[in-house]
């Protein structure tokens, strides 16, 4: 097609900026067409019944899930990419050792060479979005071009897209632009067509962020936060560069609002790495008696510090993109009820009735399913029905829990922040770092403990600093060094730090805390900490509760395991800051010394406790 025409059919508001900037990537690209996104419901509508007819979704019987619709992923996309992710950045030192960094010249080379014709056969639509409310002082702008209808209909749901947008991209002028192609050209170069698939992608990927000059590319992937650029690629990886350049967070947290018995409302933000609950923790329904949670945000946090000078904190997504097996009426009634209507599935098994199932969503399991990938499925079948990592596409105010103030563009005051991590041993239910700078050093030094089944060595640490290993856009101790940093702005007015964990287990393997609902006593006693309620006792990992302030009425807990879930072994401590001595080393010169002082301290505590 000939570029005037995009220029013809550009939206009276679209900036001359935005139209030779989508010229450009046309004139590479090649589509047979453009189609600017207005984000209306008909637009909407038209992409469903396109993509119904071409076999890219299954539409869901209406009676049991009214507007919903079910894709099945080709079984060679299925999740991000880490190994085909790469920061851009002009020297490696700002990769950094945890990053996978490309030459910026080189790889514009060669995504020169996968983008050209990539979208040759099909509709390149303009996708012009904000994360955050529209307008907001937190939020920021973007533009995806893509072309995948699926792409579109997701990025409807997770962010605020469409005209609205549009406008104000072009009085602002600030927008991040963001490309991509699922790599499945329909015309080859030489005019030979083919035909195209339900789940068109690449073998090749290439999920790319350019920090300095603020873009993403993102080549051969249909699928989550390689495709919806407005998630990890834009709201985490460049918008941590962003805000360290600007003074403020970009942080992989949920955030609550929670109301306790005498009305007072707090605000509390939680990172967590993979498979530690997270989902579960932003639609808590608490235990006990009088306190009620309700949700801001279940994946990311954008946070400032306001004009009172307290660090304020909003939502940048519109919609959650939850992993769907073990999601059920048990362990997440909030998110459950909330698929009822107008979702997209993708990856579930399809039941006969035309319903959606997964592993764990029902005691009891369907004779017959439909599985991910498009086969019969019976209960002896030797793989899931479902795939481990199948999600649901939701906006956000379709939870119940969703709380009042979540699209506040002026955010929501946040007092308290929790690092959390899947651990067997070591760190205790919750204990209150000392100071912010301590506060930092948990969050750097927050890991899992890797299963056997996964790496083949019991009780090794994968670290995952802040819940951001994957989604740093920079080099990760200068990012600690950021932190500490907004640290010395707010002063006093910082919010608490917390360490969670609640995966300790007990010598038979079996878990000590119950967990899910449970974790809201924990929480209670941070937040009586907060108020000044409550004194603490000074421990290796931080304050810790008395037991007499925790609130473990009605639980079937013995003293036995309660202590357990507290204790501290000095050989154990000792090797596990061995271990972090040694992961700071990998960072050189960018390690903070504040980090290395906690470090100290950290082993004079312990030479303490054996006292
Ligand atoms: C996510 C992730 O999908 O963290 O949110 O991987
Ligand atoms: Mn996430």
Redesign the pocket.
């Known amino acids: 097609m000939t570029t005037h025409l995009i220029t013809f059919n550009a939206p009276a508001e679209a900036p001359a900026d935005l139209v030779a900037w989508v010229e450009k990537v046309a004139e590479l690209t090649l589509p047979d067409q453009v189609h600017w996104c207005d984000g209306s419901l008909e637009e909407r509508d038209r992409l469903y019944a396109e993509m119904v007819a071409s076999g890219t979704f299954t539409k869901l019987n209406p009676e049991k899930r009214p507007g919903c619709y079910l894709a099945r992923s080709a079984p060679s996309d299925v999740?991000?990419v880490e190994s085909r992710t790469f920061i851009c950045s002009e020297h490696p030192d700002d990769a950094g050792p945890t990053n996978n960094w490309a030459s910026p010249a080189e790889m514009r080379e060669t995504l020169k060479g996968v983008f050209a014709g990539s979208m040759s056969g099909r509709t390149m639509f303009v996708i012009p979005f904000s994360m955050g409310p529209l307008g907001g002082d937190i939020s920021r702008l973007g533009v995806e071009i893509t072309d995948s209808p699926y792409v579109v209909v997701n990025m409807r749901i997770m962010t605020r897209m469409g005209t609205p947008a549009l406008k104000l991209i072009a009085e602002t002028g600030d927008w991040v632009p963001a490309v991509h192609s699922v790599g499945y050209p329909l015309v080859d170069a030489d005019g030979t067509t083919r035909d195209d698939l339900a789940w068109p992608c690449s073998d090749d990927k290439y999920i790319t962020h350019f920090p300095e000059t603020r873009e993403i590319w993102s080549y051969g992937s249909g699928y989550?936060?390689n495709a919806l650029l407005g998630?990890?690629c834009y709201a985490l990886r460049i918008a941590s560069v962003l805000a360290r350049d600007e003074g403020w967070l970009a942080e992989?947290m949920l955030v609550l609002k929670i109301t306790g018995p005498d009305g007072r409302v707090y605000h509390l933000t939680a990172a967590f790495p993979?498979a530690c609950g997270?989902t579960n923790l932003a639609m808590l329904r608490p235990t006990i008696p009088g306190w009620r949670v309700e949700t801001v945000g279940?994946?990311?946090a954008w946070m400032r510090p306001g004009p009172d000078g307290r660090l304020y904190a909003i939502n940048p997504e519109a919609g959650f993109?939850?992993?769907a097996p073990f999601t059920s009426l048990k362990t997440n009634p909030t998110a459950l009820l909330a698929l009822d209507h107008d979702t997209i599935f993708t990856n579930v098994a399809l039941t006969d009735d035309g319903d959606v199932w997964w592993e764990g969503m029902t005691d009891e399991t369907p004779a017959h399913l439909i599985d991910w990938t498009g086969k019969d499925w019976t209960p002896g079948s030797p793989t899931p029905a479902a795939h481990p990592?199948s999600?649901f596409t939701v906006r956000a105010d379709q939870a119940s829990s969703i709380a009042d103030d979540w699209e506040n563009p002026a955010g929501v005051p946040i007092d308290v922040i929790l690092f959390g991590g899947r651990r067997a041993t070591n760190i205790p239910l919750i204990s209150e770092s000392y100071d912010w700078e301590h506060g930092v050093f948990v969050g750097a030094t927050v890991a899992s403990e890797q299963t056997a089944a996964a790496e083949g060595t019991v009780g090794a640490l994968r670290r995952d600093p802040f819940?951001m290993l994957?989604?740093c856009g920079y080099n990760m101790a200068d990012y600690w060094a950021h932190w500490l940093e907004v640290g010395k702005t707010l002063g006093d007015k910082a919010p608490r730090i917390f360490q969670v964990n609640w995966f300790r287990k007990d010598t038979d393997g079996s878990y000590l805390w119950p967990g899910f609902g449970e974790n809201s006593r924990p929480i209670e006693w941070a937040l009586r900490r907060v108020n000044g309620e409550v004194a603490a006792i000074d421990a290796i990992s931080g304050r810790i509760p008395a037991v007499e302030d925790l609130n473990l009425e009605g639980l079937d807990l013995s003293a036995d395991q309660v202590a357990k879930l507290f204790a501290f072994d000095n050989d154990a401590w000792s090797a596990e800051a061995d271990v972090t001595a040694e992961y700071f080393a990998q960072f050189g010169e960018h390690a903070p010394a504040e980090l290395y002082a906690e470090l100290d301290k950290l082993h004079a505590r312990i030479e303490a406790h054996k006292g």
Do not use: L, Q, T, Y
């Open positions: 999740a991000r989550g936060g998630k990890k992989h993979s997270k279940d994946d990311i993109f939850g992993v990592n999600r819940a994957p989604f």
